[in-house]
């Protein structure tokens, strides 16, 4: 029986170069740097859940849409990404967008490449009265802590039959890479990995991350595109 791959790629810091929703929060709650200092710490030690983090940060922002999408505008991804997602997609891999982050930008950049279609999940952005209001419609699965748990999508493509790759940069992602049959990371996530005894392959971009891909083992014969 051959084996059938999902590809779980972060979207902040991992498909986009840049942490996106960090710099929203940054951008749009000016003279906040000691608030927002606090609840990253807190985060990342544990002492609360990015549901929490996501809450309290939005609550200092003031912005409208159209300035968010502006800023937003100001963002690309990984040239080698849709070059990846493709040739994976033809090999019949599936390509999963997983983020702890707010669509309007996700969706954007993704429409943007070409990859309008390619499917993701993550947390909503409401904006209303010069504000606001984090959503989150994945809320209640995995952790409980995260707004959008990335180890519930781990469990959901194991339940449907895959084996997991998953590929991140940060604490977000730190779900997944507890129970995902491959973690490819870099950055803060690979410092997490390498403290926690979790095995991991490092990569640069998504150049290496499509070497990685086609290697997996156990797909059928003539499985792979040329």
Not at 145 to 162: D, I, L, P, T
Request: hydrophobic residues 40%; proline residues 4%.
């Amino acid at each position: 029986m051959s084996v059938r791959y999902a590809i779980l790629c972060d979207f902040d810091g991992t498909i986009a170069p840049h942490d996106i929703g960090a710099g929203f929060i940054r951008k749009f709650s000016p003279g906040m740097d000691a608030e927002r200092a606090a609840l990253f710490a807190a985060w990342r030690d544990g002492r609360i859940g990015s549901r929490e983090l996501s809450e309290s940060e939005c609550r200092m922002v003031r912005v409208s849409e159209p300035e968010a999408m502006a800023f937003a505008d100001g963002f690309t991804i990984d040239p080698q990404f849709a070059p990846f997602a493709r040739e994976a997609e033809a090999r019949g891999d599936r390509v999963w967008v997983v983020s702890d982050g707010y669509d309007f930008y996700i969706r954007r950049l993704l429409s943007a490449a070409g990859l309008g279609s390619l499917p993701y999940s993550a947390n909503r952005a409401r904006f209303e009265n010069g504000g606001v209001t984090p959503e989150f419609p994945r809320a209640g699965r995995g952790c409980g802590r995260c707004g959008n748990c990335k180890g519930a999508e781990v469990a959901q493509a194991h339940e449907e039959g895959f084996r997991v790759v998953m590929v991140g940069d940060g604490y977000s992602d730190r779900c997944a890479a507890r129970v995902a049959d491959h973690v490819l990371a870099r950055g803060a996530l690979a410092e997490w990995c390498e403290a926690s005894g979790i095995a991991f392959e490092p990569f640069a971009d998504f150049a290496d991350v499509a070497r990685f891909a086609a290697a997996l083992p156990g797909r059928a014969i003539g499985s792979v595109s040329s």
